[in-house]
């Protein structure tokens, strides 16, 4: 019951948000996100998963999205990651490429936290001519996450992101994003999540806001086993 009650009050807030912020923010953005997870490896975890992006209050195309991931777990709160995805748009066809680090820390029965500092880099040609000639440029992202657990299959969640751009030995902070997340679990192998964050582009004096609305889906195809209770 609590769930239900949950999951219609973010519902309504949704739709809430959307009639107000239209005229509060520059362009909302709404995503769908489907994929699976394996964790069949000792320690290792593989991710796969496709990204449809509209943007323009959700009545145009923005790109499409394609992720491989593959993450390892070391000590008991702290996992490595490798990225690759391969986005479209209309315009450009990117590669990125991403790593990424992560540390979890639990405050209690109910309240954690996480920190995830990842770099990333894009490049629209994998060419060996081009890459002689081509500078780079790096994104830091660090997102600072507080999670807290509803019950054994729903937890909700709030965090913040900034991105900082290095390029020449030079860098800035460029966007940052304030964001809320809600997460269920059903029969063990089936995850579905929202998400709704705020993103704020720099400089300042030139500064852009944009909304985005994302629902995914994801498939775990080892199912987990229940815990047997203690007697």
């Known amino acids: 019951m609590m769930t239900k009650k949950l999951l219609f009050f973010l519902y309504f807030f949704c739709q809430a948000s959307l009639q107000i912020a239209f005229g509060q923010t520059d362009d909302t953005y709404i995503w769908q996100e489907v994929g699976f997870n394996y964790s069949g490896f000792k ?48 315009s450009d066809d990117i590669h990125r490429f991403r790593i990424r680090i992560q540390s979890d820390y639990k405050l209690n029965k109910k309240l954690s936290t996480s920190w995830r500092t990842m770099l990333q880099h894009d490049i629209a040609y994998i060419d060996p001519d081009f890459l002689k000639q081509y500078k780079p440029e ?55 999540g929202l998400t709704y964050f705020y993103q704020l582009k720099f400089p300042l004096s030139q500064a852009q806001s944009v909304q985005v609305f994302n629902t995914s889906y994801t498939f775990d195809l080892l199912k987990k086993k229940k815990k047997k209770k203690k007697k």
């Open 43 to 90: 320690k290792w975890d593989l991710d796969a998963t496709y990204r449809f992006d509209i943007k323009q209050y959700g009545s145009q195309f923005s790109r499409s999205n394609f992720t491989i991931s593959a993450s390892r777990k070391f000590l008991k709160n702290f996992k490595v990651g490798l990225d690759y995805r391969f986005f479209t748009t209309y």
């Open 138 to 192: 790096w994104v830091w992202r660090n997102k600072f996450d507080l999670e807290y657990t509803i019950n054994s299959k729903s937890q909700a969640s709030i965090y913040v992101e900034p991105f900082i751009s290095i390029y020449k030995h030079q860098s800035q902070v460029y966007r940052t994003r304030l964001g809320v997340q809600y997460e269920y679990l059903f029969k063990r192998r089936h995850h579905f």
